[in-house]
């Protein structure tokens, strides 16, 4: 490896680059792609700029980190020289040695990063004591999942103190580190110790070192480990909100797709931070390699489900369909890499691949939200680009990309329970919107029924009311002195049938009211031609029934009786029997098939079923049969009461 250009020298070429960089700028010069003018707008190189100055500033040689007694904490980026070994052979012997030591290079960022390499990364940095006692120091690389890392502290160019490990979280069960690689040591009053490195990974490498004394060190991991732990709560939380939600609210897969994909996500985002050895270990270093990417997977194509559950598969457009579908198959395609190939090999595109296919659900969101606008649709697409946002800086992270670290656990930590929470929420809120639609549908048909039940039910007084003006009409010829206790019964009986019901039901003694005074009238007619019998508990009697229900079985027993026989007798019965009311109109004479249909403007036995068919459903009965010499019409309905 070269050895890099002096600082003065160095910094001559980043101002000469700036300068040029600046120029170029502010000319808004074309630029020709595919043979076509391409206007680069000062505005893209200031964003270019921005983004890639770190990368491109010389950094200074390292300090030393100064102790001097007092309790400290510190990033070691800016004390950290790196050495790059592509063939990964390279000892500490030969990294000792002049001529390997000299190739050091300084960090040119606080949290160098390497994306996915082969290498192995050296790193080197000096501590000088002007403390009168000796100091113990902690040093930690706050990675968890590192193939093989080696600790190596030197003084005055001898080894003094190495360690080897094939790091995973919880391999190491000493009290010196078993999440992270850390090292203890004591640098001697007024002396100098040279720390080195060694760091090689199967995935993504960055290096953030921390030093710092006991007490500090101790409260900065316990402050990590604070807020690891909140974050680990507020996400299993989540979790079990969303199944809950999913069980209390009917089942609905928006808040099972939460729950579930939330559970992944934490699963993914404690493996990949080393949390797991909070529940003991060693565990196999299959569960921090697969198992992550497995996670990860499973929890992209769960979400991708929630959002098509969430936008509802049949309002989307057939290019949404097939850009939903695209990404279930991007997503399967992942966790099929995640199963059968090495580590090594998927874990370089499982990120790339998650992205495309979580993009792609993304995309359908927001075109949905672009035609159909929408507040609920907005929180949703404008949570969907978050995540998205943040998961793409993670791939560019991962990847090397960046010349400055995004923290993962940062991210994972902060933005991913905040996106679900709205996610949540928005499921909430749509399920809410569910609930009114299937609300207001309810009523609506509620209203129609009701109006189908008045209608019917005014259909019955007009036929009442022709048949007792005909049997007023015949008396005025045959027995003129019967007609007036007729017209007063038939007074009575409109006082009770007029005066209009409260309820939409009425109990089964309300409607005797109005059978009793109809079979009155008719015994003023047919005197003692016409003899009924009731027979009805007093149970039944407070039970409900709709309106006008017994009254039409009335009038057909008297109707088509006296068309068999000159007398007629007629018998009602009513019972609660095992939660039901059985109510029977009984009557001698043959059933006739005009009884049988219903009959007389349009009022009989099909107003009948319709009206019990409408109020109970398939709860009620009807039936008309012949027994015997009788006609029994018979109706059983559950047994209620009124409701006021």
Known sequence: MEKRDESAEGHGVVRDDLYAVLSFASSARYVRVMSRPVRITPWCLCVALFVWLPAMARAAEPSPVVIDGQPFLAELGPHLALLQDPSGALTIDDVLTPGQASQFVPASV????????????????????????????????????????????????????????????????????????????????????????????????????????????????????????????????????????????????????????????????????????????????????????????????????????????????????????????????????????????????????????????????????????????????????????????????????????????????????????????????????????????????????????????????????FNTLTSIQELAHEAPARIPPLVARLADFLRLRLKPEPLPVITLAKELESVRSYLEIEQVRFEERLKVDYDISAEAAACALPEMVLMPLVENAVKYGFEDSDRVGIRLMARVQDGRLNIRVENNGSLHEGRRRGSGAGVGVENIRRRLELRYGSAARFDLRQEGGHVVAEVEIPAQTPQV
């Not at 991210?411 to 639609?437: E, K």
Request: proline letters at 4%; charged letters at 15%; one cysteine or more.
């Open 110 to 465: 606080p949290v160098p990063t390497f994306g996915f390499t082969k290498a192995a990364v050296w790193m080197r940095f000096e501590i000088e004591s002007r403390s009168a006692r000796d100091e113990p120091l902690m040093v930690e690389l706050g990675m968890a999942r590192m193939s093989r890392f080696e600790w190596y502290v030197v003084a005055d160019g001898r080894l003094e103190q190495g360690r080897q490990t094939n790091h995973r979280p919880g391999s190491l069960r000493s009290g010196d580190g078993c999440r992270y690689p850390t090292l203890s040591l004591v640098v001697p009053a007024g002396g100098k110790r040279t720390v080195l490195a060694r760091a090689q990974t199967d995935t993504s490498m960055w290096l953030p070192l921390t030093v710092g004394s006991p007490l500090e060190f101790d409260n900065f991991t316990a402050r990590r480990d604070f807020r690891d732990f909140v974050q680990v709560g507020f996400c299993a939380a989540l979790s079990l909100l969303g199944f809950g939600l999913w069980l209390a609210g009917g089942r609905n897969r928006q808040f099972l797709g939460v729950g579930v994909a939330m559970a992944f996500g934490l699963l993914h985002a404690m493996i990949f931070n080393g949390l797991y050895v909070w529940f003991g270990g060693p565990w196999p270093e299959w569960f921090s390699r697969q198992g992550a990417l497995l996670c990860s997977m499973l929890f992209t194509i769960v979400f991708i489900k929630f959002n098509e559950d969430f936008l509802g598969w049949n309002a989307l457009c057939a290019a949404q369909r097939r850009v939903l579908a695209a990404s279930y198959v991007v997503g399967a395609i992942a966790l099929a890499i995640g199963l059968f190939l090495p580590y090594g090999i998927a874990v370089k595109f499982q990120l790339p691949l998650q992205l495309l296919a979580l993009g792609g659900a993304a995309g359908v969101a927001a075109t949905q939200w672009v035609r159909c606008r929408g507040a609920r649709l907005g929180l949703f697409t404008t949570a969907w680009l978050i995540f998205l946002g943040s998961l793409g800086l993670l791939v560019m992270q991962f990847n090397g990309l960046l010349p400055v670290l995004l923290s993962p656990a940062d991210v994972m930590r902060i933005i991913v329970p905040s996106v679900f929470v709205v996610f949540l929420l928005a499921s909430a809120n749509s399920y809410r919107a569910v609930l009114q639609m299937q609300t207001q549908v309810a009523e609506l048909r509620e209203a129609e029924t009701s109006a189908r039940l008045e209608s019917l039910r005014y259909q019955l007084n007009p036929h009442f009311l």
